[in-house]
């Protein structure tokens, strides 16, 4: 086949070259880290692979474009934008060139325009490709549901247009909507069905098994549902092709691509989201435990020892060959990590404790206080919490006293009260984490309290996860926290991961 150029924009480049430009260029918007070189190793991947054949193209960028974990998501739905395939309507390009050829085998036969036929009843047209759609999940046929998926799309995924208030711009193709008129969740009985009748037929021959039925009980629908979910990702990827088309590849990539998942703001991610997020701590810890006990055996050789070197120099000529270090044995830090546990940021900090958790060999001690409007230290739940973020959350909301007379977060509570009963928790080695939006409710924020933390502690730090725009509008009581700590904005899991691998290894 030969991939169509991207189209969208007046003046959109044609050609490969521009086209991979502007791939490229979309992955580093969505945060992929690709530099020169890894983009001429994908110029020769086409030159050598060329646009035959498509999967073997996309495994041949992703092969010289990709560096880390979690980006495959992204870089897929990149290149199913800058290279689709194919362009249209494809139901409406294979029908034309059918009547054509018709035409052109039977000068008498009507033209093209002609044969296109009645408009078919949106019920019936919606029944046969349900039909036709549980046929292909039954026999799990790749081609036939994409081949439907297009179909689907064209028939029931297109809004606006004309009657869209006469405004241009409004017309489109929605997924959603596809999927809400198609339902294709609803046929897991009717394809169970169908599998069921087509085993049945083929081993009526063989023999009963009855092993076989439990076994097809328990695998068949769990089976079926990941063929549905398949059939809905192509349906999205088809809507975000045409919707390409019409306004524009690179403008579309930049905003129909979701982000990687330590991209995904901590505050909008949905349950979905936090779960592949939380799938991603044990990796980050991984790779934040080898940076931090790099550095930490950088620093071990503490600062050169100009006398002991100048010595060793007479041994060379005067020439510094063998620097001498004064050596020193650098301790690593205990930490002590405030969390809000309420519900606006809930996500934050299950993910944020799950990460220390993960890091724990890394600090010589670490106490973890938890608090809604009071304070609990929670260090041995989190010990025996295990690796599941929400059975830990229960266990803090109902076994740690950290609500008062009502759900709402009061910051300047939380810190009075550690400040009066949990202060020996923090000396002179230890680096406190505080986590939170610091919305109070507009009560007394307590700032003596922190300053006097702050000042016992060896260093301390705010992880914010709202944006810094929203700092002091409405309840939040960030501004005034920030004058006496330094305050962070920790959005994702990468902008909380650079903060741990640049600030914590002291």
Known sequence: ???????????????????????????????????????????????????????????????????????????????????????????????????????????????????????????????????????????????????????AVAAFGRYGGAGAAGRPGNDGWSAYQTLGRLAPETLLARVLAALRAGAS???????????????????????????????RALVATEARRRAAELRGTERLAERAVAPSPDRIDFLTAGRDQLAELRRTVHPLARKLATRLAARRRRAARGRIDLRRTLRRSLSTGGVPLRPAHRLRRPARPELVLLCDVSGSVAGFSDFTLLLVQAMRDQFSKVRVFAFVNRTAEVTDLLTRGGGDPAALARR???????????????????????????????????????????????????????????????????????????????????????????????????????????????
Request: charged share 20%; aromatic share 4%.
């Open 1 to 151: 086949m030969t991939v169509p150029p991207p189209s969208g924009a007046p003046g959109a480049p044609a050609d490969l070259a521009a086209r991979l430009t502007a791939f490229v260029r979309s992955l580093r918007t969505h945060g992929l880290r690709i530099g020169p070189s890894e983009t001429v190793d994908a110029a020769a991947v086409l030159a050598v692979l060329g646009l035959a054949e498509r999967e073997q193209v996309r495994a041949g960028l992703a092969a010289a474009l990709l560096r880390t974990d979690g980006q495959r998501g992204v870089f897929d739905a990149a290149f199913d934008l800058f290279f689709p395939l194919g362009v249209g309507d494809p139901e409406a390009v294979r029908r034309a060139s059918a009547q054509q050829a018709a035409h052109t085998t039977d000068p008498d036969a009507p033209a093209p325009a002609d044969l296109a036929g009645p408009e078919q009843d949106p019920a019936a047209l919606r029944e046969d490709l349900r039909a036709r759609l549980v046929a292909a999940l039954a026999a799990d046929d790749r081609a036939a549901l994409a081949g439907l998926a297009g179909e």
């Open 396 to 506: 803090i909301l109902t076994e740690a006293k950290v609500m008062g007379h009502h759900g709402n977060s009061d910051y300047g509570s939380a810190l009075g009260e550690f400040a009066e009963r949990h202060l020996d928790a923090v000396g002179p080695r230890t680096a406190v984490l505080i986590l939170g939006d610091a919305r109070n409710n507009y009560r007394d924020p307590h700032l003596p309290a922190l300053r006097l933390i702050a000042a016992r502690a060896r260093q301390v730090h705010w992880l914010n996860p709202e944006q810094p725009s929203l700092w002091g509008t409405g309840d939040s009581a960030a501004p005034a926290y920030a004058e006496v700590v330094p305050m962070h904005c920790c959005r994702n899991a990468r902008r909380l991961g650079e903060f741990v691998a640049q600030l914590l290894p002291v």
């Open 201 to 231: 037929a083929g081993s009526a021959d063989a023999g009963p098994d009855p092993a076989a039925p439990d076994l097809a009980d328990h695998v068949l629908p769990d089976e079926i549902r990941r063929r549905i979910q398949g059939f």
